[in-house]
């Protein structure tokens, strides 16, 4: 179980309706014997902005990732992939800031969106002011953008995955301006 932890105030962008955001990441292990309670405090002028983190196995090694966004007022988001294990949480991986503050990146899915099935992390880069959809891949120790394509809108509603019949994965949304945009 992952989740996050720790919540404060010292991060004044409010991109969620309020000025809560999380200062530490908790991941809990209960497998019966591999039991452990971790917990990532971030810097103090950082915070976790989101409601919470996505699990997958990012880099193809059978074992689970956790996928955040990490925010600092000088220089906005960036995606943060963290490792795990009984000995404790680690930053394996992160992404280059966006270079404003107040910009969010907000993380929609992990899955296998890459033409040749690669894994990739869908996000949407400032949904509150227009919204940019992109996808990362994990490369070496960094986490690189791979494509992007401009909404043109504000987001209406939040992207939503979704497996066709035919078993391949298409990303959704709506605008406020009433159009369902639709990326496969």
Not at 8 to 30: F, K, N, Q, V
Not at 102 to 112: C, D, G, N
């Amino acid at each position: 179980m992952y989740s996050y932890s720790n919540p404060t105030e010292r991060y004044p962008h409010g991109a969620l309706g309020d000025r809560i955001e999380w200062a530490s990441l908790i991941a809990i292990s209960l497998y019966s014997d591999d039991r452990y309670l971790l917990r990532y405090d971030l810097a103090e002028d950082e915070v976790f902005e989101g409601l919470f983190p996505l699990v997958a196995d990012v880099d193809g090694d059978g074992k689970e990732e956790i996928v955040t966004t990490v925010s600092r007022s000088g220089s906005g988001s960036r995606l943060v992939v963290f490792g795990h294990d009984s000995a404790g949480l680690r930053v394996i991986a992160e992404s280059e800031p966006i270079g404003t503050g107040s910009r969010w990146l907000h993380q929609i899915a992990v899955a296998p969106f890459g033409p040749d099935g690669e894994m990739e992390i869908a996000v949407v880069r400032t949904p509150h002011i227009g919204g940019i959809a992109q996808y990362y891949r994990l490369v070496g120790d960094s986490v690189e953008e791979v494509w992007e394509l401009e909404l043109g809108s504000r987001l209406a509603s939040n992207l939503a995955v979704v497996e066709t019949p035919g078993g391949s994965l298409i990303l959704g949304a709506s605008t406020e301006d009433g159009q369902l945009l639709i990326w496969q």
